[in-house]
């Protein structure tokens, strides 16, 4: 579904990307996991079109992407949740889905998938009326992941989900990303500094380190691994 080769992206002078390398199959959830600044933001910005490469091929569903603009990336069905969950703090619940949606043209298409979300997220449902500004950080985080689904995406890139979260919003939100994988089929490239729970709920996974791709395989063997015990999964 997606292949990434060779892509070196910079913010300036600054080589953030170093030729990385990642394949993702339809169906898979894959996690992307590193340490602060090893460039795992800069990797979903380069994706979605919101950062061009300077070298290398991001092809999605066999399309070459570079180059494209990002919302014309995101008609092809690829859909990314930023880091920092950006909802529309004056807007209320069903108004930031309805933004979500600026791409649908049917209003009953728009209706049906508001309700879709609500039934993926009832607490959204219970706070439809609320402003995004005052819903707690797990809510928020589930408003912007409900946002993401309204293009239906068979992609959808998902940036630290779990950041700042209390753990009763962490196990919802990975128990969201597994249900979304298996009773839809959505394709999930995750990134996140929890490492053990991404690990937990991905097939595969990728290890970014200063901008280059230290390790990949099957999420059980990079788990296994001694260097991302110490590094990421807290062992000494
Ligand atoms: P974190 O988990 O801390 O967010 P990350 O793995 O997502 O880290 P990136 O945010 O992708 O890392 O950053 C990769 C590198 O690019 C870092 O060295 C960072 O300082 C640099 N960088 C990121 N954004 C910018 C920017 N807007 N301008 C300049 N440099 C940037």
Redesign the pocket.
């Known amino acids: 579904m997606l292949e990434v080769n060779g892509v070196h992206t910079y ?2 002078h ?1 080589h ?1 990307l170093k030729g990385i390398d990642i394949k993702i199959n339809q169906g898979e959830v894959v996690a992307l996991i ?10 979903l ?1 380069t994706l979605s079109g919101m950062l061009r490469p300077k070298n290398g091929e991001v092809s999605f569903k066999g399309r070459n992407i570079v180059g494209m603009p990002a919302h014309d990336i995101m008609g092809l069905g690829m859909s990314h949740v930023p ?1 920092g969950r950006r909802i529309f703090p004056q807007l209320t619940v069903r108004e930031n889905l309805d933004i979500g949606a600026y791409k649908v043209n049917s209003r009953k298409v728009i209706n049906e998938r508001i309700n879709e979300a609500y039934a993926l997220f009832p607490r959204l449902k219970e706070r439809e009326k609320q402003l995004g500004g005052t819903l707690s950080g797990g809510e928020q985080q589930m408003l912007a992941i409900a946002r993401a689904l309204m293009v239906d995406p068979e992609l959808l890139l998902l ?2 989900p779990s950041m700042g979260l209390s753990p009763k919003f962490v196990e919802a939100i990975f128990d969201i990303v597994q249900r979304l994988n298996q009773e839809r089929g959505t394709t999930i490239l995750l ?1 996140e ?1 929890n490492a053990l729970m991404a690990l937990g709920v991905a097939k595969r996974a990728y290890v ?1 380190q200063t ?1 280059e791709i230290r390790l990949s395989g099957n999420a059980a063997d990079v788990a296994s691994d001694e260097s991302v015990r110490k590094a990421y999964l807290g062992e000494e």
Do not use: M, S, W
């Not at 590193?34 to 990797?43: I, L, M, P, R, Y």
């Open positions: 913010y300036g600054i953030a590193g340490g602060n600044g090893a460039g795992k933001t800069t990797t910005r880091e940036d630290e990134v500094q970014l901008g």
